[in-house]
């Protein structure tokens, strides 16, 4: 087999995806997820430009020679646009693959480890009452585990609340899956640390009162606090016995983890915006995280992200996939197949995408009692339909960045 065209494909049904569909000279066809959140168009360039021209020819069932090929020979290694370029080429191709043989991926990838798998949701709300609202609807869709964020008082707009949409596309609407905003510019929101720490602790006792012990509960600290300032979170959070504590600092600094560990029991998840296998090496060698957050989409695919958890699998690390609306349903079939195989699975975050994306991506997972499981099609189970992709032409939308109080720029 050749693989014959090879189309990118843009869509913004709720949202900009980025998917590329491979065929072969035997019409097989194969999808790949693509998206990079409010960087779309530099993937969609990588891909069209200096990607396209070297897969036409070239045989499909070489996975690996071709994601060897692509990441050697561009010379410049590593990054989310290189790396989602190829985590697109190489899912599209296990794709093709699984479907040539006429199995789900994950039989290829060594057969269903478990029944199901395990997921969490986002809870939110500006305040206690909302939250618990939040909580109960998703208790309400089978969800077991759950994730928890809040408004922080005299803050007006943060990171994981659903319903503060006031900017241009999305005004007035409730926004539960997703922090882009349509519209020219990033949205500007406020930050305040030493009110964040303060804040967090009530909110998880609050929780524990009215839910009880037995819940899982998660938190996102989406890499906004000093290595000091996240070993003091962690501490105030280990009578309430999180599942994980998520990016407690910005983890480029992969030694500043050790400070975090030096204090505190709380479990550590990481890597949501880490690309290869090598941003994980010390953090763990040195077993400094729980989870792996890394998403098949933005890790240069199923053939690395592999690599990956088989990795961190010698030091009981195990996977906590990133599956927020911004990983494709293509990109999240391919990552259940995985979480199915793999022995290590943790968790893995379930945000529901919206309908006009489900009438674009036809999937066949199925969501049950809080469990996922990516269905028993050939290949990785979702087909693009074309003319209701083309529907909905892209639309700019960017992720929105933090101030502090006196104006200076903080992490976001
Ligand atoms: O902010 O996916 O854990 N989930 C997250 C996400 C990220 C977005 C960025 O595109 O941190 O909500
Ligand atoms: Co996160």
């Known amino acids: ?21 491979l065929t072969t000279d035997e019409g097989v066809t194969g999808l790949g997820d693509a998206t990079l959140n409010g960087r779309e168009l530099a993937v969609v360039a ?105 408004g922080v008082p005299g803050l007006k707009s943060i990171y994981g609340i659903a319903s503060n949409a006031t900017f241009d596309g999305n005004a007035g609407k409730r926004y539960d899956h997703e922090p882009a905003q349509r519209g020219a510019l990033p949205a500007e929101e406020d930050w305040d640390t030493r009110s964040y720490l303060r804040h967090v602790p009530t909110v998880f006792e609050a929780v524990r009162a009215e ?56 479990p550590l998840a990481i890597g949501e915006i880490f690309n290869t296998v090598w941003d994980y090496q010390q953090i763990v060698r040195e077993q400094l995280i729980d989870y792996v957050r890394s998403a098949v989409t933005h890790t240069g695919g199923i053939t690395h992200l592999k690599k990956i958890v088989d990795y961190a699998s ?54 049950v009692d809080g469990m996922l499981h990516p269905g028993d099609q050939p290949g990785i189970g979702v087909e693009l339909d074309r003319a209701e992709a083309d529907r909905h032409p892209y639309e700019t939308a960017y992720l929105p960045y933090n101030r502090l109080a006196d104006g200076t720029v903080h992490d976001w």
């Open 1 to 21: 087999m050749k693989i014959l065209t090879a189309e990118v494909v843009v869509t913004s049904p709720d949202r900009n995806f980025v998917t590329l569909q």
């Open 46 to 150: 990588y891909l069209r430009e200096h990607v396209v021209p070297l897969l036409i020819g070239r045989d499909p069932a070489r996975i690996e020679d071709t994601w060897q090929f692509l990441y050697r020979s561009a010379y410049w290694r590593r990054g989310p646009v290189t790396m989602a370029a190829i985590a697109a080429v190489d899912v599209a191709l296990w794709d093709i693959k699984a479907k040539v043989a006429g199995m789900p991926l994950y039989q290829l990838l060594g057969g269903a480890s478990r029944t199901g798998l395990l997921t969490y949701g986002h809870a939110s709300g500006k305040d206690l009452e909302e939250l618990f609202d939040s909580v109960r609807a998703h208790q309400a869709e089978g969800y077991r585990a759950i994730r928890i964020q809040t």
């Open 211 to 266: 839910f009880g012990p037995e819940l899982p509960l998660l938190h996102d600290g989406h890499h906004r606090m000093t290595p000091i300032q996240a070993a003091q979170l962690g501490k105030s959070l280990e009578p309430y016995d999180l599942f994980w504590l998520e990016d407690c600092t910005p983890a480029e600094n992969q030694e500043a983890l050790r400070l975090v560990r030096q204090h505190t029991t709380t």
């Open 314 to 367: 010698q030091y009981q690390i195990k996977s906590g996939f990133h599956g927020p609306t911004d990983i494709s349903p293509v990109g999240m079939a391919a990552q259940m197949h995985l979480g199915l195989a793999i022995h290590n699975f943790g968790i893995q975050e379930y945000m529901r995408h919206g309908e006009a994306t489900d009438r674009v991506f036809r999937q066949s997972f199925t969501f």
